[in-house]
């Protein structure tokens, strides 16, 4: 089957850039691919989009989106994109079910999914105390002890956020030191409530009404091994993102964590009509807002590209 534009990916920035495709008469057509609506559909409350002063459920405000991609006119599919040629135009995409398409345009907004530990706790707890994201849900532990899970820059950004809402934040680090720039280094230790724990690894998770503690292992492997059990309220992993490119990096240049890479930032790549859009190209900001922003950006581009063509 042959499109105008070929949207890969459907959260925020995915159903946005079809919103706008759609309205100007591109009749996109969009894969909603693994997990449809993205990581919003696995956080419960979403606080901090702007028009919900009440807040918004995560799976709602996605099926929203998509019921107004759909509207105006998206032919939005269930399946994956598999497999892509972006040799030359039109470009060729193939969906796991076989099905082959091709495309004057293709907006790439596949997102990113974060990394956990692998711990059954963490499904078993999941929006009841496990979070991947501070700034998304901080603000629900506001006077409670938390912890969050990593050593690198994220981890300590993360828990000096946290520190200004929780009344104690816990950073749980593998290894004896932190990976972070010296400047987070510091600016970590120099705070009240934050406590490091290094050499710590957390083995699991407990409690009847949600997330009550974790079981941590110190000095695993040594000698001096010991267990140790804490009490938190919130679990906060921040051990890094994948972003979902595998697909396109044969075609399109990624940063060393495989981050598309944008030009000039724009949702530009360097193959005209391939344009990118959210967190598949954003290791930095991460938010429903910034990716529904960059869908629009990446419509109008392709938009643009096909009248000059």
């Given at each position: 089957?042959?499109?105008?534009?070929?949207?890969?990916?459907?959260?925020?920035?995915?159903?946005?850039?079809?919103?706008?495709?759609?309205?100007?008469?591109?009749?996109?057509?969009?894969?909603?691919?693994?997990?449809?609506?993205?990581?919003?559909?696995?956080?419960?409350?979403?606080?901090?989009?702007?028009?919900?002063?009440?807040?918004?459920?995560?799976?709602?405000?996605?099926?929203?989106?998509?019921?107004?991609?759909?509207?105006?006119?998206?032919?939005?599919?269930?399946?994956?994109?598999?497999?892509?040629?972006?040799?030359?135009?039109?470009?060729?995409?193939?969906?796991?079910?076989?099905?082959?398409?091709?495309?004057?345009?293709?907006?790439?907004?596949?997102?990113?999914?974060?990394?956990?530990?692998?711990?059954?706790?963490?499904?078993?707890?999941?929006?009841?105390?496990?979070?991947?994201?501070?700034?998304?849900?901080?603000?629900?532990?506001?006077?409670?002890?938390?912890?969050?899970?990593?050593?690198?820059?994220?981890?300590?950004?993360?828990?000096?956020?946290?520190?200004?809402?929780?009344?104690?934040?816990?950073?749980?680090?593998?290894?004896?030191?932190?990976?972070?720039?010296?400047?987070?280094q510091e600016r970590v230790k120099q705070t009240a409530n934050i406590e490091i724990l290094f050499e710590h690894n957390t083995i699991g998770l407990f409690g009847e009404n949600g997330v009550e503690g974790a079981h941590l292992v110190k000095r695993k492997g040594e000698p001096d091994e010991q267990l140790v059990d804490i009490q938190?309220?919130?679990?906060?992993?921040?051990?890094?993102?994948?972003?979902?490119?595998?697909?396109?990096?044969?075609?399109?240049?990624?940063?060393?964590?495989?981050?598309?890479?944008?030009?000039?930032?724009?949702?530009?790549?360097?193959?005209?009509?391939?344009?990118?859009?959210?967190?598949?190209?954003?290791?930095?900001?991460?938010?429903?807002?910034?990716?529904?922003?960059?869908?629009?950006?990446?419509?109008?581009?392709?938009?643009?590209?096909?009248?000059?063509?």
């Amino acid at each position: 089957m042959k499109t105008k534009c070929l949207i890969i990916g459907s959260g925020p920035a995915g159903y946005t850039a079809a919103i706008y495709a759609s309205r100007a008469n591109l009749s996109p057509v969009e894969y909603s691919g693994m997990q449809p609506g993205g990581q919003l559909t696995q956080t419960t409350e979403v606080e901090n989009f702007p028009g919900y002063p009440q807040g918004v459920d995560g799976n709602q405000m996605m099926m929203e989106l998509r019921e107004q991609a759909e509207r105006f006119g998206t032919d939005i599919r269930d399946g994956e994109i598999v497999k892509v040629d972006l040799s030359s135009a039109p470009y060729k995409a193939t969906a796991d079910d076989g099905t082959e398409i091709e495309a004057d345009t293709v907006i790439i907004a596949t997102g990113a999914s974060a990394k956990y530990l692998g711990l059954d706790d963490e499904k078993k707890y999941s929006g009841q105390g496990v979070s991947a994201c501070a700034t998304c849900d901080g603000f629900f532990y506001r006077k409670k002890t938390v912890a969050v899970v990593g050593g690198g820059d994220t981890a300590c950004e993360d828990a000096l956020y946290l520190s200004q809402l929780a009344s104690k934040v816990y950073l749980i680090v593998r290894k004896p030191y932190l990976r972070a720039s010296q400047v987070m280094q510091e600016r970590v230790k120099q705070t009240a409530n934050i406590e490091i724990l290094f050499e710590h690894n957390t083995i699991g998770l407990f409690g009847e009404n949600g997330v009550e503690g974790a079981h941590l292992v110190k000095r695993k492997g040594e000698p001096d091994e010991q267990l140790v059990d804490i009490q938190i309220d919130g679990f906060f992993l921040a051990i890094g993102h994948k972003p979902n490119t595998d697909i396109f990096r044969p075609w399109l240049e990624t940063d060393e964590t495989g981050y598309l890479k944008k030009i000039d930032g724009t949702p530009r790549t360097r193959i005209p009509g391939v344009f990118v859009a959210g967190d598949c190209a954003d290791p930095v900001y991460r938010q429903a807002i910034t990716a529904a922003g960059t869908g629009c950006q990446a419509a109008i581009e392709a938009e643009r590209y096909l009248l000059e063509q």
